[in-house]
């Protein structure tokens, strides 16, 4: 078999990407900082200034990482065929490529035209290829969030808190009926929290297997900036593992833990009201002995995504 330039530009292209993102874990990626300094050479942005070109980047890379999920989770599940997803990362190349290479996302754009010229047609290194990338722009996706300046939102609040807010009542847990529950250990750091919870592996099993065998991580904690009070981390691993179990995030008691795959792979803990309609994938939840601890965790949380930017990391381990 005769191997090709672009075969062997895509050997090394996908190991070398998950290298990266690896170190991105504890490292802002530099077109987040060019981007938010307003280093780009070429200046994006109207009449001199570059919020504008930070803020649509922000906004479509989050788009971007969130549909690319959509796709590999359909591939793995054999939904859809291989030739048709190429068919769709082929049609968004110059929507979301293109537009992020403009934003200073070179080696991102580099990769997801890679992806639909290489001449993928095997399954198997579809979905390799395709979760080395989803894992790569989650991470971007996280660090942009993290330095966002969302402090703006303080010119353009509401009159008054919205009615029922923190007064509503629950229905009953989902997960009051769980048998199996494994213990881990949620650690902040620099504040020195620690919680314990439980993985509740007889609801979303293979969710709960995937979330256990990527254990221990370090990760950097942020916020939700329109849920309510509820804070987020973007997680090492990509899972497309089903979820049957799933709940209303404004019925979450405090303390639940959820997976959101469809958002990044994050990793969420409810410490208080939220006001979000959507359902989300249980994990499990903080133990009541531990839960009025998250209290003072969610508030620094807020602060750092919200205000200061000083980076907050926790580190999930099993017990």
């Known amino acids: ?22 170190r991105l874990l504890a490292r802002e990626p530099e077109e987040i900082h060019a981007l938010r300094t307003g280093a780009l050479p070429h200046r994006p942005g109207s009449y001199g200034q570059y919020f504008t070109a930070w803020d649509l980047a922000n906004g479509i890379l989050r788009d ?78 996280a660090w942009s969030h993290h330095y966002f300046p969302w402090h703006v939102g303080e010119a353009y609040r509401y009159d008054a808190a919205p009615p029922g807010v923190g007064a509503q009542t629950l229905p009953a847990a989902c997960d009051e009926d769980s048998s199996v ?13 620690e ?24 990760v950097l904690q942020d916020h939700a900036v329109v849920t309510g009070e509820s804070m987020y981390a973007w997680t090492p691993l990509v899972s497309v593992a089903p979820t049957p179990v799933t709940e209303r995030i404004r019925d979450a008691p405090v303390g639940r833990l959820r997976f959101s795959q469809a958002t990044g792979n ?16 249980v994990l499990g939840r903080v133990v009541a002995e531990d839960i009025d601890a998250l209290r003072k965790v969610g508030r620094a949380a807020w602060d750092s995504n919200f205000r200061t930017k000083e980076h907050m990391w926790l580190t999930v381990e099993r017990i």
Not at 268 to 278: A, C, F, H, S
């Open 1 to 22: 078999m005769t191997t090709t330039p672009t075969d062997t530009t895509e050997a090394r292209a996908w190991p070398e990407l998950r290298s990266l993102t690896a």
């Open 181 to 193: 529950r494994t213990p881990v250990r949620l650690r902040w750091d620099p504040l020195g929290v």
């Open 64 to 141: 971007y990482s969130m549909n690319l999920y959509q796709v590999l989770r359909m591939v793995a599940h054999r939904e859809i065929g291989v030739d048709s997803a190429l068919a769709v990362l082929r049609s968004w190349v110059p929507m979301y490529g293109e537009f992020l290479r403009y934003s200073g996302f070179e080696r991102l754009a580099d990769h997801a035209q890679l992806m639909v010229e290489s001449g993928v047609r095997d399954h198997r290194r579809l979905v390799t290829a395709l979760s080395s990338f989803v894992a790569y722009v989650n991470r971007l996706a």
């Open 266 to 281: 994050k990793l969420v803990v409810q410490y208080g009201p939220t006001t979000e309609t959507l359902h989300a994938p």
């Open 195 to 218: 919680v314990v919870a439980e993985v509740c592996r007889d609801l979303n099993e293979r969710l709960c297997d995937d979330f256990l065998a990527a254990l221990p991580f370090t």
